[in-house]
């Protein structure tokens, strides 16, 4: 049973957007300002599952987020596709001329940077959370600083949005995870996604051998990130997602890469969000 949901951020975020979502109503939020200190929760038991963003479709792959599920073996128990709609907000009674600075989270910068070019003279300065920041502006009725941010944090902290959807692609997607610090669930029987990792010496052909593996059995691979292992200089970790139509399919080719590469690990078994 699922009594309370860490996410990165506050209420007001895209994490907290998520949990509702996937979860379909107000679930019990554990609110973590860092992705470190949400892992910690789950370890500790503080929170029985966790939210983490995992890959953005403009900004690409989390990276660091791979390496907390690996380092402590969380098990990905199923995933989500946001639409992320980035707003600039303020005070009210304010325009865009009176900002001289915006803070937010460092993905939603990246995402929004073509908007500032006319604005030369609004400086871009990170934070941990985007909601954090409309909360803050809000609560110590900042002027001169703006904070990009989901309309849902505009509207909890009372906030005016100068300009809606200004990130530079407006077709922007966030997949989001969720992970537990253990698998003993039994399999869900419309689990047709996996979340796996291997290693491999860095001789030729060594990776194209585990794809032809995988089409070879019917997998088809929608993903994959390799990390360098920092105490085995030239050798790799690669984490990929695969879809499959067929349970029997991907059992077989498990047990195939199993053979063929070294520390073989399953991340996650779940239902593909994309179908």
Request: aromatic letters at 8%.
């Amino acid at each position: 049973m699922i009594n309370t949901i860490a996410i990165q951020g506050i209420k007001g975020s895209f994490h907290h957007s998520v949990a509702e979502q996937y979860f379909d109503g107000k679930p019990s939020l554990l609110e973590c300002m860092t992705f470190d200190v949400l892992v910690d929760s789950v370890l500790d038991q503080t929170s029985d599952v966790a939210v983490m963003a995992i890959e953005n479709s403009i900004v690409g792959s989390i990276i660091p987020n791979y390496a907390l599920i690996d380092t402590h073996n969380l098990s990905i128990i199923g995933e989500y596709y946001l639409d992320i709609q980035h707003n600039l907000m303020v005070l009210s009674g304010q325009n865009i001329q009176d900002i001289t600075e915006v803070h937010s989270h460092p993905m939603a910068l990246l995402q929004c940077k073509e908007f500032f070019k006319p604005y030369p003279n609004i400086k871009l300065v990170e934070a941990k959370d985007t909601a954090d920041v409309a909360k803050s502006i809000s609560e110590n009725k900042i002027k001169g600083i703006a904070a990009i941010a989901s309309k849902t944090a505009s509207k909890l902290y009372g906030l005016d949005v100068l300009a809606g959807s200004i990130q530079t692609i407006k077709h922007n997607e966030t997949r989001f995870v969720i992970v537990k610090s253990d698998n003993q669930n039994k399999r869900d029987p419309d689990v047709n996604k996996a979340s796996l990792k291997f290693e491999l010496d860095h001789k030729r052909g060594s990776l194209a051998a585990i794809l032809n593996v995988l089409s070879d059995c019917k997998i088809n691979l929608t993903k994959i990130q390799s990390l360098p292992k920092l105490n085995a200089p030239w050798k790799y970790a690669f984490f990929i997602d695969v879809t499959f139509e067929k349970f029997s399919d991907y059992e077989k080719a498990k047990t195939i890469v199993n053979i063929m590469a070294e520390n073989f690990k399953i991340l996650g078994e779940y239902k593909n969000a994309k179908l």
